[in-house]
């Protein structure tokens, strides 16, 4: 997907952190018996081994932990004893280990200095090689509201303006697949009580920050991405995902930073777990990390996950990783074109442009929505909207789009590989601008991220269907009026909805046509509005409000039988 890239080299950071002592291990994951020779395939992270909050700092600084070594052993030397002499040779305290990629996390010695130390572990005879345990950073950036209109059911799509330029409201429901592959969002966890993710869509994985198997988020990073790659659709509330007939596989690998032996073990877990064919990174830094390209390797070429990563968000050409790795989908962010933020409601397609933000070296395969983009945040957790919901930008809202449009392809046609489905997103897109703020622009050939385009390209796609939009009130005090029925009709079509307890509705899917539109409730006197309203192909129209009077007493009459 792209060619390789050489690295560039920042200061480091050292982050001034206080460490749990002890040992505490996942049941049934780490062998109770250390002295046998085998060391069993799993993944397992110590209780404690990183510290309970990384506060943010600039983008660019390489940060690592600094009491921390990632050991690699050779082919074959990988085993229990080993790692034993090793651990007791030179006073280490195990914190964690990915069998697959044959790496052990290590904690040295109070007072030792990390560089003497990471020299005696290159230099044992059963060592391959010896890293930090760098930390990458997550790419979102500060929330930036944008209310466009749109239509589909779920009761904030009309605001989610990313779905509507990537043409998924283009796509007929009839086309839609009836399930797709779990998409893996390797992150900050996710809140699996979030009642448009919820228990039944999310699968609680590990949690390789704190060493535990409960991946609550805790900043609302993860459940954001989450939101966009595959909420729930077309449950009258909330927001829709891509891929909303997808299941969330939760990892946490990170709070406001991710180590870098808690990412590829989140890799490296997601990938070995049955029905995902997706991973979404939200995250990298600018300097590329072995151990990491390890777990992306085994990922990709061994286990045939397709692997979606954001490229960043400073405007930069600089390979930023894990994006930058030859076989990860690179992400960067697209925006509205600034007429078009003043004047949303008279489109029905809406021309984006790079984001001023995103990233756009020559490792960029695709872009996809990443300003104003409105999705999941954590139970009570949101402060600008309400409690479920709120906004949010950067390459790490585009990345979603284009894992959950990966799943979604893949529920589709569940025989394509890997790079066939990558293949298909990267070469139907539409054309990006460039940055109208600096003047920056993608690679030739990097298209924004066309949902519909994608499929059409395999299929003869029928008519998309069209949608009226609504609020419907009480005419007595002006209030929203809940479960009331809305009818459009034309000839002998009459689809119908009902109101939502905010007194808004949704019509969706209807043909393009003229519509005669009538609202009623038991108790209240029907109301229609006697002009008729068109419903463009995949488009949509905004209704004004309804107002359902109440029956006054001169309005009854009373058959009398003489």
């Known amino acids: ?107 040295i010695p109070a007072g030792m200095d990390l560089t003497e130390m990471k020299g005696k572990l290159a230099a044992e005879p059963d060592v391959e090689s010896v890293g930090l345990n760098y930390v990458y950073q997550l790419l979102g950036r500060e929330a930036k509201p944008v209310v466009p209109e749109h239509f589909a059911n779920d009761r904030y799509f009309h605001w989610q303006w990313g779905m509507f330029a990537i043409d998924f409201h283009k796509i007929a429901a009839s086309v839609l697949p009836t399930s797709a592959p779990i998409v893996a969002v390797v992150d900050t966890g996710v809140d699996y009580t979030h009642p448009d993710l919820g228990t039944a869509k999310v699968i609680k994985g590990p949690d390789y920050y704190d060493g535990d198997m409960n991946p609550m988020d805790t900043t609302g990073h993860g459940t954001h991405v989450a939101g966009i790659a595959a909420a729930i659709i ?41 029905g995902v064919k997706v991973i979404n990174l939200s995250w990298g830094g600018y300097m590329p990390d072995p151990y990491i390209a390890d777990a992306i390797n085994y990922a990709t070429n061994t ?15 600089d390979p930023l990783y894990p994006a930058a790795y030859p076989d990860v ?39 996809a929505p990443g300003v104003g983009i409105f999705s999941t945040t954590p139970v009570a957790g949101s402060w600008f909207y309400e409690p479920n919901y709120d906004w949010s930008d950067g390459t790490s809202m585009a990345s979603p789009f284009v894992a959950g449009a990966a799943a979604l392809v893949w529920g589709k046609w569940p025989t394509l590989t890997r790079q066939q489905v990558a293949d298909l997103l990267t070469t139907t897109g539409d ?20 949902l519909y385009s994608a499929f059409a390209a395999k299929m003869t796609m029928p008519p998309a269907g069209g949608a009226l939009v609504g609020l419907v009130v009480d005419a007595n005090n002006g209030l929203p009026l809940g479960a009331a029925t809305v009818t459009a009709k034309s000839g002998t079509i009459t689809p119908t909805a009902t109101t939502r307890a905010d007194g808004t509705f949704t019509i969706t899917n209807i ?16 109301t229609a509005d006697e002009r008729t309203w068109s419903v463009p192909e995949g488009c949509w129209n905004l209704l004004p409000f309804f107002a359902l009077p109440k029956p006054q007493a001169s309005d009854v009459w009373t058959a009398v039988l003489e």
């Open 234 to 274: 077309d449950n009258n509330s909330g927001v829709a995902g891509v891929s909303g007939k997808s299941k969330v596989l939760a990892i946490r690998v990170g709070e406001w930073w991710v180590p870098i032996f808690a990412g590829a073990a989140g890799i490296v877990y997601a990938a070995d777990y049955s």
């Open 511 to 526: 043909p393009q046509s003229d519509y005669t539109v009538t609202a009623s409730k038991s108790g209240y006197i029907t």
């Open 329 to 367: 989908l690179a992400v960067g962010a697209t925006e509205l074109k600034w007429e078009e933020w003043l004047n949303w409601q008279d489109v029905c397609w809406i021309g984006t442009r790079k984001a001023c933000f995103s990233n756009y070296g020559d490792y960029v395969d695709i872009a």
């Open 1 to 107: 997907m792209k060619p390789g890239i050489v690295s560039v080299l920042c200061a480091v950071l050292m982050l001034a952190v206080a460490w749990l002592g002890g040992c505490a291990y996942f049941d049934g994951l780490l062998p109770q018996d250390l002295d046998s020779e085998a060391v069993n395939d799993d993944v397992w992270m110590d209780t404690g081994a990183y510290p309970t909050a990384l506060t943010a700092v600039e983008a660019r600084a390489i940060k690592f932990i600094p009491d921390q070594l990632i050991v690699k052993f050779k082919p074959d030397k990988f085993t229990t004893t080993n790692i034993n002499a090793l651990l007791n040779k030179h006073k280490l305290v195990l914190r964690g280990r990915i069998n697959r990629l044959r790496l052990i996390l290590v904690s």
């Open 431 to 450: 054309p990006v601008d460039l940055d109208e703020c600096n003047g920056h622009a993608f690679p030739n050939g990097v298209k924004q991220l066309n």
């Open 303 to 317: 286990k045939g996950v397709l692997v979606v990563a954001a490229a960043g968000n400073e405007d930069i050409t």
